[in-house]
């Protein structure tokens, strides 16, 4: 069957998968749609936050990355995963015997403050923001490489799918369907990286292959490197020759590691993560919930070190020398015989992801070191449409200056397509590269939905429930439980079609933004959640005083040098805008010890409130008032 | 639950964690980040000890602690009968 066919084939019936789970999952109260009832299997609860974590950044972008920085990427393997171990034994289980809805509840109730409730609303709106536009264009990459419809139609197809079941089925909706999508993209990374690792080590486990030898000789440009080295060895050799940095050596250790408790950190301050505990019976489900999400996490995220190496590999050995125009159409042989065709290489240049800069005018492709294309982030410059007569697209960009150690590099690789592209530059079945896109949807799919749930409940239930419609005796919400369900509904169909715009006309810095998002996360939440957990002193002034200096500081930050220019020589300690949070959230918890420490201690009835979520039992019961 | 006893449960939890914690820091930030070089002297079969933990290694451990702490917290809530 033709690789289209089997595309429409497997992306549809994902797809028809997830509504038909949808309607059987339908939400009929606001329990069900803000915590699914709270009686989700821990199991099922891991799974559906595993897959709600997995983002298209994960998914698509996670092992390009990691291809391109080596040893450094780990930062992002450790710091994705590193957070569950926080959450599972810092966060969790307080929060689920604390028994609400949602994050500002915790907050506004902890500390007994509607400021502190709308101040967390307000950072919930915009880290899962941040966060879903970065999906919404994901999803758009997908569709328009792989169902070949323009980007923008991928981003509406993509608005209907998760407007069907996040609306209708609320979190119970989600939850279940993300159990399944967890299913098609841990299977459709798998599946890949196996054919990947038989091929190029010879190993049938992804996670041994990086312990491997290589089964096949190749020319990194400079010298060859004989069958049977060490995976790693060959990869070292190959990218040092090449003027990259050693591939397994690490670069700057301080900012490693403040990337790293950013990111750790911040995985556990974010407001969709932490959500997901809210959903199961106990204390007992919850702490181990967090466990059964990790693990499920954990078989993508071990397999990704190996396919991050394999593609390396792989890069250098097809695309090293091979004369374009012949290699793009009717392909060539490797000297030892083994086919290697280009076909790849001229769709990818189609979506503008990849660039081939004839510097030397040889007709042939070299890949080194260094930027191709003259542009501050080496990027082509495309003159529309138009090819040259050997078929490579045309660029504008004026010729860098050349003389560059071995040679100069001649290829412009966006990252973002290494996993993407990695079943065809090693010219797998039709169907794993159909598997590919379903995946690479699931991905984005799920973590949209995840966060688009809560950012309808932050408004419907925080701030229309809590703050504009208090009723001032009792405390509680004046809307019915319907009126509050229809109105989670009508948040939710606002926050898709804003969301959409987003993937649209992203806001042309959505890598960037992904800083952000956990920064936030990190000096405020975090944090926040930590002391009104583990200090029973911890009052309104204090928390108030914390969360502000950590978000101030944060967003300036990450605002002076990311968006407005600021020189890197200028970093505060060295840190670099990414790993910043770690700073917000140390002042966080300085500034509101301190202040706590000076003003009146918390109210008796919240000590209390304290001391019991601090003790297990009684958390069924909890979710029922 | 007598004041005493909540104390002494708390107490317990409080020490397990910081436990669990301190492992969860010598893989990551140790083994991965800290003295990763140190590490990177030692080699199985091509792949550094120190990038291994950094890009591997440390993700076990991690899932480990994590089932380690919910069979260690079973325990500690049954002693102090306070579980569901």
């Known amino acids: 069957m033709d690789l289209q066919t089997l595309i429409y084939i497997f992306v549809g019936a994902s797809f028809a998968l997830y509504i038909i789970i949808a309607i059987w999952a339908k939400a009929a109260s606001t329990k069900d749609f803000y915590v699914a009832g709270g009686g989700v299997h821990p199991v099922a609860n891991g799974m559906a936050t595993a897959a709600d974590w997995m983002s298209a950044a994960s998914f698509i972008s996670l092992a390009g990355i990691i291809a391109y920085k080596g040893s450094d990427g780990g930062a992002y393997l450790m710091g994705w995963t590193g957070g569950y171990v926080l959450l599972a034994l810092l966060l969790a289980p307080y929060l689920r015997k604390f028994g609400k809805f949602t994050v500002p509840d915790f907050?506004?109730?902890?500390?007994?403050?509607?400021?502190?409730?709308?101040?967390?609303?307000?950072?919930?709106?915009?880290?899962?923001?941040t966060y879903v536009a970065g999906q919404m264009r994901g999803v758009g990459i997908v569709f328009s490489r792989f169902?070949?419809?323009?980007?923008?139609?991928?981003?509406?197809?993509?608005?209907?799918?998760?407007?069907?079941?996040?609306?209708?089925?609320?979190?119970?909706?989600?939850?279940?369907?993300?159990?399944?999508?967890?299913?098609?993209?841990?299977?459709?990374?798998?599946?890949?990286?196996?054919?990947?690792?038989?091929?190029?080590?010879?190993?049938?486990?992804?996670?041994?292959?990086?312990?491997?030898?290589?089964?096949?000789?190749?020319?990194?440009?400079?010298?060859?490197?004989?069958?049977?080295?060490?995976?790693?060895?060959?990869?070292?050799?190959?990218?040092?020759?090449?003027?990259?940095?050693?591939?397994?050596?690490?670069?700057?250790?301080?900012?490693?590691?403040?990337?790293?408790?950013?990111?750790?950190?911040?995985?556990?301050?974010?407001?969709?993560?932490?959500?997901?505990?809210?959903?199961?019976?106990?204390?007992?489900?919850?702490?181990?919930?967090?466990?059964?999400?990790?693990?499920?996490?954990?078989?993508?995220?071990?397999?990704?070190?190996?396919?991050?190496?394999?593609?390396?590999?792989?890069?250098?050995?097809?695309?090293?020398?091979?004369?374009?125009?012949?290699?793009?159409?009717?392909?060539?042989?490797?000297?030892?015989?083994?086919?290697?065709?280009?076909?790849?290489?001229?769709?990818?240049?189609?979506?503008?992801?990849?660039?081939?800069?004839?510097?030397?005018?040889?007709?042939?492709?070299?890949?080194?070191?260094?930027?191709?294309?003259?542009?501050?982030?080496?990027?082509?410059?495309?003159?529309?449409?138009?090819?040259?007569?050997?078929?490579?697209?045309?660029t504008t960009n004026p010729l860098p200056a050349a003389g560059h150690k071995p040679f100069d590099n001649e290829v412009y690789i966006d990252r973002d397509i290494i996993v993407l592209a990695?079943?065809?530059?090693?010219?797998?079945?039709?169907?794993?590269?159909?598997?590919?896109?379903?995946?690479?949807?699931?991905?984005?799919?799920?973590?949209?939905?995840?966060?688009?749930?809560?950012?309808?409940?932050?408004?419907?239930?925080?701030?229309?429930?809590?703050?504009?419609?208090?009723?001032?005796?009792?405390?509680?919400?004046?809307?019915?439980?319907?009126?509050e369900l229809l109105a989670a509904r009508i948040a939710a169909i606002a926050a898709i079609v804003v969301a959409g715009y987003l993937g649209i006309n992203p806001p042309g810095f959505v890598a960037q933004v992904v800083a952000f998002a956990f920064g936030l996360a990190a000096a405020s939440f975090f944090p926040t959640i930590i002391l009104g957990i583990f200090d029973k002193r911890m009052n309104k002034a204090g928390a108030i005083a914390g969360i502000s200096t950590g978000l101030i500081f944060t967003f300036s930050y990450i605002v002076y040098f990311v968006f407005m220019g600021g020189d890197p020589k200028d970093y505060l300690f060295g840190v670099a805008p990414v790993g910043i949070g770690t700073i917000g959230m140390v002042l966080h918890f300085i500034v509101a010890l301190i202040v706590s420490r000076m003003t009146e201690p918390p109210p008796a009835h919240i000590q209390e409130m304290v001391e019991n979520i601090r003790i297990p039992r009684g958390a069924g019961e909890a979710h029922n008032h | 639950m007598t004041e005493e006893k909540a104390r002494?449960?708390?107490?317990?939890?409080?020490?397990?964690?910081?436990?669990?914690?301190?492992?969860?820091?010598?893989?990551?930030?140790g083994a991965g980040i800290l003295f990763i070089n140190q590490l990177n002297t030692i080699e199985i079969s091509g792949v550094k000890l120190g990038f291994w933990f950094a890009q591997q290694g440390s993700i076990y451990v991690f899932v480990i602690l994590i089932f380690i702490y919910v069979k260690w917290m079973n325990k500690i809530d049954e002693k102090y009968d306070v579980h569901e």
């Open chain 1, 107 to 129: 907050v506004g109730d902890r500390y007994y403050s509607d400021l502190a409730r709308t101040v967390a609303v307000i950072a919930v709106i915009f880290i899962s923001f």
């Open chain 1, 147 to 394: 169902l070949q419809v323009d980007v923008n139609t991928g981003v509406v197809i993509g608005m209907v799918i998760v407007f069907i079941y996040a609306v209708l089925g609320g979190m119970k909706g989600i939850t279940y369907t993300q159990v399944a999508q967890y299913m098609v993209m841990i299977v459709a990374y798998l599946i890949p990286a196996i054919f990947l690792s038989l091929m190029v080590t010879d190993t049938f486990l992804p996670q041994l292959g990086i312990f491997g030898t290589t089964t096949f000789a190749f020319d990194d440009g400079v010298k060859t490197i004989p069958a049977g080295t060490y995976l790693m060895h060959a990869l070292d050799t190959a990218v040092t020759d090449l003027g990259f940095n050693a591939y397994s050596l690490p670069g700057n250790i301080w900012n490693m590691f403040m990337l790293t408790v950013a990111l750790m950190v911040g995985t556990a301050g974010l407001p969709h993560v932490i959500v997901r505990f809210f959903t199961v019976p106990r204390v007992k489900d919850a702490r181990i919930s967090a466990g059964w999400a990790l693990f499920f996490i954990a078989i993508l995220y071990t397999t990704i070190a190996s396919v991050a190496a394999f593609s390396r590999v792989n890069i250098i050995d097809r695309v090293q020398n091979v004369p374009y125009q012949q290699w793009v159409t009717e392909g060539v042989k490797q000297a030892d015989g083994r086919i290697n065709h280009g076909g790849w290489f001229k769709t990818w240049e189609d979506g503008s992801l990849l660039a081939w800069n004839d510097r030397n005018g040889d007709g042939k492709i070299q890949y080194a070191a260094g930027k191709a294309f003259d542009d501050p982030k080496g990027k082509p410059h495309f003159d529309d449409h138009k090819r040259a007569p050997d078929g490579h697209r045309l």
């Open chain 1, 422 to 483: 990695n079943p065809e530059i090693a010219n797998l079945p039709n169907w794993v590269i159909a598997l590919i896109a379903a995946g690479g949807l699931a991905a984005a799919l799920s973590t949209a939905a995840g966060l688009l749930l809560v950012i309808s409940s932050s408004i419907s239930h925080d701030l229309l429930g809590r703050v504009m419609f208090k009723d001032p005796a009792t405390g509680k919400s004046k809307l019915s439980d319907r009126q």
């Open chain 2, 8 to 29: 002494a449960y708390w107490k317990e939890n409080i020490s397990a964690i910081l436990k669990l914690l301190a492992v969860w820091f010598i893989v990551s930030y």
